[in-house]
């Protein structure tokens, strides 16, 4: 009887003990989840900042080499595209609208379309690819479509609920790991992915963006994206530079937003006869002329632009008209359709307005190009606080939070005047109804085919 009631002591405490670990598995599957967005966000870092230097030095090795983008950039593009539409679709593009698009479908073979694990290996091959051809493209927006990615497979794979919530984090975490701003990883999630707060979809939000900026950390050190600068107004143009950048920065963002949903909306109809043909065709367009732009600009215009943007937040003036150079090659690139993201370039067009505008009016160039790129981001993103918050984590410029803060509203103030629909949440809907679509195909076929039609 003693021997009876122990074995049964024993199985109870088996019970117990099985049971917590199935309560501790989704967490754990969690975790790993975060900790691998911030390890590969750090490796696909590395890997985009190789192919720049390469293209750089490819470009640079003999006199003539200022010639190679004519055709290494054309057949670059063509074959990104191509990649893209055939091999990996909807990884087109920044993938933050796919990211949002995701969290608004409720069917999880709609949301894989969109996020998936070979998504997000298509996604950061064919980035590093468009880098290496010149393509004026940047790395993290593309970095929250494979975080989303990462952490609705760790959804399925914990046997978690929460898909929207774990979308939200993976975005988070992806933002927060690629430029090392934990705070702006978060204020994005919730301005910008959701535009709304939501408490327990922002507790896997913080605990996401806590791993994965721990994992970036231990393999990349503590760092500020664009080095630390401390600049202020002191003086009246000083604080013209506020009014002058976030207006003007503002109508910038908002005719770059508005050309590219209008513009792309035309060239998806062109391209529908015949999707691949057309598209390919129209990508290796895109850059003959962004090759074009950069021979003629010296190459400036080629990559992230982070090089020139440091440079301008370090108090080096840029060349007056390398703003309209950029915003050129930057929306050709997004328009072309090859995977790649607009922050990078956005604050390298941001910080080269500012440049501009400090040059001619005789201030503080460093200044200038902060305030230009606060302006001009909130402007094309239409999220004040994630420009506010993200610009103050890449520079560490504590001196100017006020000035920063209001250059930030009023570009948003602007573009929302000139432009309604928030650049991102446009180009969503595109992906939510392709979505659609697409399960209607389905669906229909599979009433032609059941037996008895």
């Known amino acids: 009887m ?12 088996s019970r117990v003990f099985w049971g917590s670990f199935s309560l501790w598995r989704p967490r754990l599957v969690f975790w790993c989840g975060a900790l691998a967005t911030g390890v590969i966000s750090v490796g696909f870092a590395k890997l985009a900042d190789l192919a720049q230097r390469a293209f750089a030095h490819a470009t ?6 200022f010639l190679l983008p004519l055709l290494l950039t054309p057949a670059g593009f063509a074959l990104s595209a191509y990649l893209a539409i055939r091999f990996f679709p909807n990884s087109q ?30 996604k950061i091959m064919l980035t590093v690819l468009g880098l290496l051809s010149g393509a004026s493209i940047g790395r993290e927006g593309p970095t929250v479509q494979v975080g989303a990615s990462i952490m609705l497979a760790v959804a399925r794979f914990g046997g978690m609920a929460q898909a929207r919530g774990l979308i939200l984090a993976g975005s988070a975490a992806g933002i927060a790991a690629a430029f090392n701003t934990p705070l702006a990883g978060i204020v994005f999630a919730i301005e910008e992915m959701s535009r709304t707060y939501e408490a327990r979809a922002n507790g896997f939000v913080l605990a996401a963006v806590i791993l994965s900026g721990l994992a970036a950390l231990g393999i990349s050190g503590s760092y500020q994206y664009f080095g630390s600068t401390s600049v202020a107004p002191t003086d009246l143009r000083d604080w013209c530079l506020v009014l002058v950048c976030g207006i003007g920065g503002g109508a910038l963002g908002a005719a770059f937003s508005g050309f590219a949903l209008y513009f792309g909306q035309r060239i998806r109809r062109w391209a529908q006869p015949e999707p691949m043909k057309r598209m ?71 910080a080269g ?37 993200i610009i103050l984590e890449m520079t560490g410029d504590h001196d100017a939070v006020i000035p920063l803060m209001a250059v930030s509203m009023l570009g948003y103030l602007t573009s ?25 195909a389905a669906e229909k076929s599979a009433d032609q085919t059941a037996p008895g039609t």
């Open 60 to 65: 640079a090795a003999t006199e003539w080499s």
């Open 93 to 122: 593009g920044s993938g933050i609208p796919q990211a949002i698009a995701a969290r608004h479908l409720k069917d999880e073979e709609d949301r894989g379309r969109l996020l998936s694990l070979r998504v997000a290996f298509g």
């Open 416 to 440: 929302r005047i000139l432009s309604r629909e928030p650049l991102y949440h446009g180009l969503s809907r595109v992906f939510i109804a392709a979505a659609i679509r697409a399960r209607r």
């Open 280 to 350: 390919v065709l129209f990508a290796l367009c895109c850059g003959l002329a962004i090759a074009l732009i950069g021979v003629v600009s010296g190459g400036r215009t080629f990559g992230t632009g982070y090089a020139e943007a440091r440079s301008a937040v370090q108090g080096e003036a840029l060349p007056l008209l390398f703003f309209v150079e950029k915003f050129a090659a930057g929306f050709l690139s997004m328009l072309s359709g090859i995977p790649g993201g607009i922050f990078a370039p956005s604050l390298s067009v941001g």
């Open 353 to 389: 307005l500012g440049s501009t505008v400090g040059s001619l009016l005789g201030t503080s160039v460093a200044l200038a190009a902060v305030l230009g790129m606060a302006g001009y981001f909130a402007g094309v993103v239409q999220a004040p606080m994630t420009a506010f918050v």
């Open 2 to 13: 003693a021997d009876l009631y122990r074995k049964s002591k024993l199985l109870r405490r």
